[in-house]
């Protein structure tokens, strides 16, 4: 005979064609409640993955991972660039300077944040010159006073490649005529698009011109310094600041958008809690399922009793009917789980295209993205298996205190 007993049996029950169809529609709404719960829990996670990548490559990418910052602009950066390089923890540094101005073009006027860089140490920090749409960062050379703006401000601006912007500085300067406000004629040279809030307030000069606007030739405000580590940020800044000799102070990421990544973390805590709640709710079914399981097949277990069964063994025939619920309706959810995760992206787009709808044009991506991680599905998959074990104990317990003689009274 087929060992151990109880798993023979409790098997064959759940192969078997049940006579109350209902207790067999509860057991399949259970698996099916359970797969869904599990596919909805492991594609959220992943579109939420998918946000949270988004928002580090694209924000952490265009704004500093640190920035070392002069209390007088630093006259000798290169040298002060070639020793933050030798720290372990640094992947790149580039000078900059930065100052807030007013644009305007075309009649429109636009606030701005200005920064001055070196188009050739800009790719060691940035991810800028892989989002250039139009002109390039090489067209950027000191002295032509070029400046590249973003896709959405030079909308706004109604300026494209090539044509003249004015920036207004906030500070005026005596003149013959009065007051006047400080302002330069600037050439278009280059577009980025790289998506959020940046489009609409980053602009981009070479760090001479921005050096001489800000009445300092040859210097630079700044460094800024990129981590091979995000997360070493705070620790690898002061370091730096200590190498500086005191002439600096350091402002790293988690000071600046800190708040934007705690924020998108809690979101991510929250909805896997909110929709750990479907999962509890499939495997709460099992409970219900089993229990009518038993109520229908007393006269079994009284058999199986006066055979010589222990209520140990009667236990764990129904036990295995659950496991069994739980394992199926686990692994149909981790499947769909997984395939939606990989195409959801797909998916929406599709959608996108066949009703005309922009369903993501309030974001700061225009597709759904989605990564998906196997730490994610195996956490998912180990909660949902453990909740549906666990609501096989207390049907399971109560078929083993069944007794026979109660039981076949009206047989």
């Known amino acids: 005979m087929f060992k151990p007993v109880s798993l023979f049996v409790g098997l064959r029950y759940t192969r078997a064609r ?4 209902f207790i067999s529609f509860i057991s399949l709404t259970s698996i099916i409640g359970l797969g869904l719960g599990v596919a909805v829990l492991i594609t959220v996670l992943s579109v939420m993955n998918g946000f ?18 002069g209390y007088e ?41 200005i920064n ?13 010159p892989d989002h250039m749409v139009e002109g390039s960062l090489e067209a950027l050379r000191p002295g032509d006073f070029g400046i590249v703006l973003g896709a959405t401000l030079a909308r706004r601006l109604g300026v494209g490649l090539g044509d003249k912007v004015t920036l207004v500085l906030p500070e005026a300067t005596v ?17 980025f698009r790289v998506g959020a809030e940046l489009d609409v307030s980053l602009a981009y000069v070479h760090l001479d011109d921005a050096a001489v606007l800000l009445r300092h030739p040859h210097t630079a405000q700044a460094l800024r310094v990129k981590m091979h580590d995000l997360f070493d940020a705070p620790w690898v800044m002061d370091d730096l600041v200590m190498l500086s000799g005191g002439n600096t102070y350091s402002v790293d990421w988690t000071r600046t958008h800190g708040n934007l990544f705690q924020a998108v973390k809690m979101e991510k805590t929250m909805m896997t ?19 009518m399981v038993v109520t229908d097949k007393k006269g079994d277990i009284a058999i199986l009793r006066t055979l010589g069964a222990s209520p140990g063994m009667i236990m764990r025939v129904f036990m295995v009917q659950g496991v069994v619920i739980g394992v199926v309706g686990t692994l149909t959810g981790v499947l769909l789980g ?21 369903l993501l044009e309030a974001y700061f991506v225009n597709f759904l993205p989605s990564e998906l991680r196997m730490s994610d599905v195996v956490t998912v998959s180990v909660i949902a298996f453990t909740l549906s074990f666990a609501a096989t104990v207390y049907p399971a317990l109560r078929a083993s205190k069944v007794h026979p003689a109660e039981a076949l009274r009206y047989e």
């Open 18 to 21: 049940r006579r109350n169809h």
């Open 52 to 69: 949270d990548r988004e928002l580090r490559g694209r924000i952490l990418g265009m704004v500093p991972h640190g920035s070392l910052v």
């Open 73 to 113: 602009p630093i006259a000798d950066w290169a040298a002060q660039a070639e020793l933050a390089r030798r720290h372990p923890g640094v992947a790149g540094v580039a000078p900059f300077s930065q100052m807030q101005a007013m644009l305007t073009g075309a009649g429109t006027v636009e606030g701005a944040v």
């Open 116 to 128: 001055g860089i070196l188009p050739s140490e800009e790719r060691a920090v940035s991810i800028l």
């Open 175 to 191: 003149s013959p005529a009065g007051v006047m406000p400080r302002f330069k004629r600037f050439t278009v040279s280059g577009i």
């Open 273 to 291: 809690l909110l929709l750990l709640f479907i999962v509890a709710v499939a495997a709460f079914n099992i409970v219900s399922s089993l229990v």
């Open 338 to 358: 997984i395939t939606l995760a990989l195409t959801i992206s797909d998916i929406v787009a599709w959608v996108e295209q066949a009703t005309g709808a922009a």
